[in-house]
Every structure is written in structure tokens, then in C-alpha cells.
T-cell receptor, first 115, second 111 residues
Framework: KNQVEQSPQSLIILEGKNCTLQCNYTVSPFSNLRWYKQDTGRGPVSLTIMTFSENTKSNGRYTATLDADTKQSSLHITASQLSDSASYICVVRDGGGGSNYKLTFGKGTLLTVNP | EAGVTQSPTHLIKTRGQQATLRCSPISGHTSVYWYQQALGLGLQFLLWYDEGEERNRGNFPPRFSGRQFPNYSSELNVNALELEDSALYLC??????????FGQGTRLTVV
């Protein structure tokens, strides 16, 4: 059964600190992995998309890594800001072709950045 | 604990028809989000309901509408279906500032 596990469930850090969120998956075959940021009451915003051949991808203060061998991804946030407070969701797409693909969603990590 | 449930899992409609998709949130969750994921695209935010009211909507035409019932379940209605409406429609529920939990989606095919 395809699964996506995220850890920790919630995290509280002080403004300016760094943090790392984890995403482990069992989806096979693998196509891509996306990290989303979802602010309360708003739609999720895609931060990065990682394919099999990519190890690291950055988007500003967000850096995602992917280890396709161990089926692990991480999202590192540097110099956190209050606006980083949100839910971070990991979504993995399997290798199904055309419209036969499946998405497996993690439950998200709720990050709170305090002043 | 039961997760977010969506029905039906698959739906085939012809162009011009109406589609109704349903979502039951996790017990106790008062917020329901609807998303569309069309082929090749990421999640597109559709609607957010909280405590029975529409709180926010994404950049979609008025053909897309919905409602949230007193038991916090929700319906998404798509009128005058177009071929481009074919997509996976996802529902997520949350309780205020907790993380969102997603359902497995309804795959809508418009022919």
C-alpha cells in the first residue's frame, strides 16, 4: 500500500532559526514528489517538485532534498520568518501513465514560528 | 478513526451536464477545502468552507460552487461541464489551525 509519512506532526521554532521537515514514502513506481505550503484558509502553494533524478532543489529559503534510494525527502527552511507558519504537505505521484496516476498525500507538518 | 471520505470515487459525465461531488470530513473537523488537480498540474485551490460558510474561493468560474452542511460535510457542484473540468477533485478537512487531512479524491471525466 502506498503511504507517505511526514514528521514531525507539529513543530514550534523561534523566528530566525532553521528547521527540517521529513517525508518518507513507499510509493512505487515513483514519478515525482511535491512539497506544498498551506496557510490556514488558503489553497496550498507548491514549493518544489522533485523528480527521480533530482537530489536537491531550492526555492528561496526553502531547500528540498530527495533520496530516491531510501525514499526520503526533506524540506529545509533557513532563517525562518513568522510568515512561514503554515502546514507543509508532501505529495507523491506514482508512475501511472496518462490519467491513471495516483497521488498519495502526507498528513502535513504544522509549523509555528514564534517571535 | 475514519479519515476524510469522498464519493463517488469515479464519475463520468457528458459535456454540459452537472456533477455533484461529496466530502465527509474527519469527525470534529469544521473546515473543508476543495482542490482540483488536472493532468500535469499541481493542486489548484477551489473553495474553503468553515463553520458552514464559504470563507475563500480560488480563481475558478461561478460554475464551480458548493456548500457545507450543518454536520460539516460538503458538496462541490460543477455546472455546465466542460472537457477541461476532467480532473481529480480532492477534499481536505481540518480543525482550525491543524494540518489538513486529504480524502482520496473523486476522478471526474467529462466526455
Amino acid at each position: 500500500k502506498n503511504q507517505v509519512e511526514q514528521s514531525p506532526q507539529s513543530l514550534i521554532i523561534l523566528e530566525g532559526k532553521n528547521c527540517t521537515l521529513q517525508c518518507n514514502y513507499t510509493v512505487s513506481p515513483f514519478s515525482n514528489l511535491r512539497w506544498y505550503k498551506q496557510d490556514t484558509g488558503r489553497g496550498p502553494v507548491s514549493l518544489t517538485i522533485m523528480t527521480f533524478s533530482e537530489n536537491t532543489k531550492s526555492n528561496g529559503r526553502y531547500t528540498a532534498t530527495l533520496d530516491a534510494d531510501t525514499k526520503q525527502s526533506s524540506l529545509h527552511i533557513t532563517a525562518s520568518q513568522l510568515s512561514d507558519s503554515a502546514s507543509y504537505i508532501c505529495v507523491v505521484r506514482d508512475g501511472g501513465g496518462g490519467s491513471n496516476y495516483k497521488l498519495t498525500f502526507g498528513k502535513g507538518t504544522l509549523l509555528t514560528v514564534n517571535p | 478513526e475514519a479519515g476524510v471520505t469522498q464519493s463517488p470515487t469515479h464519475l463520468i459525465k457528458t459535456r454540459g451536464q452537472q456533477a455533484t461531488l461529496r466530502c465527509s470530513p474527519i469527525s470534529g473537523h469544521t473546515s473543508v477545502y476543495w482542490y482540483q488537480q488536472a493532468l500535469g498540474l499541481g493542486l489548484q485551490f477551489l473553495l474553503w468552507y468553515d463553520e458552514g460558510e464559504e470563507r475563500n474561493r480560488g480563481n475558478f468560474p461561478p460554475r464551480f460552487s458548493g456548500r457545507q452542511f450543518p454536520n460539516y460535510s460538503s458538496e462541490l457542484n460543477v455546472n455546465a461541464l466542460e472537457l477541461e473540468d476532467s480532473a481529480l477533485y480532492l477534499c481536505a478537512s481540518s480543525l482550525r489551525r491543524e494540518g489538513a487531512f486529504f480524502g482520496q479524491g473523486t476522478r471526474l471525466t467529462v466526455v
